[in-house]
């Protein structure tokens, strides 16, 4: 954590209100989020992210990490078609990336291992109030939607999840700030073996500065949209919709 939210919001409306205007017209377009953003909560997200503008996530050496990394949430799917795909190790299985897009794509894992691979040692900090460093590798988000080419009007990316968690589909969302920051990434590959079941198979997303359940697992299909209206409960994610969690869990 780089600045606190307590100290952010410390410096009052006056202090920080000066850093919100560069940056953050593209959010503005949206409707939810300009409502989100009058609160508090909104504030804190602006200013904590200009402030932290394009910096990386501490990274850790191969020493820090942990021994053990709990599984959380789901640790299982049981969608009959994931099983199949996980018996033949996803060897029929293609990410799907659409929505608004130049070009929608369906990568194997051969595609996304061929991609330009980052490897990044961070830490995993859930809101339930545990943390694990793991090691994660795979292809930049940023250089898939690049691959895909996004339409004007694409706003948020939005990853949707193989399992049914309290009854409903898990999904989540980031916006195109997080999707193109350099340390966020579809990690196939966890503490240098192929991401188990329980941590996400066959890929899950990486979005180091923010909480543990923005990190969706099981990613299927990856969709670019100009709202978050309409899908699902409308939050922009499982817990968001499920539990009131914030849509933007910056760390
Ligand atoms: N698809 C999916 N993604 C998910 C979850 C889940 O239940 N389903 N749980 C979230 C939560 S709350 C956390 S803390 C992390 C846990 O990741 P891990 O099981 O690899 O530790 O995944 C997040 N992503
Ligand atoms: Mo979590």
Not at 4 to 18: D, F, I, P, Q
Request: some cysteine; aromatic content about 8%.
């Amino acid at each position: 954590m780089i600045v606190s939210r307590r100290r952010l919001l410390g410096m009052g409306a006056a202090g920080a209100g000066g850093l919100l205007l560069s940056g953050c017209d593209r959010l503005n377009q949206s409707e939810a989020v300009r409502q989100g953003l009058a609160g508090a909560e909104g504030l804190t997200m602006r200013a904590q992210r200009l402030l932290v503008g394009d910096a990386l996530a501490r990274e850790f050496t191969e020493a820090e990490m942990s021994p053990d990394f709990r599984v959380n949430g789901s640790s299982r799917v049981e969608d009959s078609q994931y099983r199949r795909l996980l018996a033949s190790q996803f060897a029929g299985w293609a990410l799907q990336v659409g929505g608004l897009v130049h070009r929608p794509l369906a990568l194997g894992l051969d595609a996304l291992k061929a991609m330009p691979q980052r490897t990044q040692i961070t830490r995993h900090d859930c809101v339930e109030g545990w943390s694990a460093i793991g090691k994660w590798q795979g292809p930049q988000l940023g250089a898939i939607l690049t691959q895909a080419g996004l339409l004007p009007q694409a706003r948020y990316v939005v990853f949707h999840c193989a399992d049914v968690l309290d009854g409903k589909p898990y999904y989540e969302s980031i916006d195109l700030i997080d999707a193109f920051h350099a340390q966020t990434i579809l990690a196939w590959r966890m503490n240098d073996a192929p991401l188990s079941e329980g941590h996400g198979a066959p890929v899950r997303l990486r979005v180091e500065r923010q909480l543990g359940y923005k990190q969706a697992k099981y990613v299927m299909r990856i969709e670019v949209t100009q709202t978050l209206a309409g899908l699902y409960g409308g939050k922009g994610g499982h817990w968001e919709d499920l539990r009131g969690y914030q849509w933007y869990a910056g760390i």
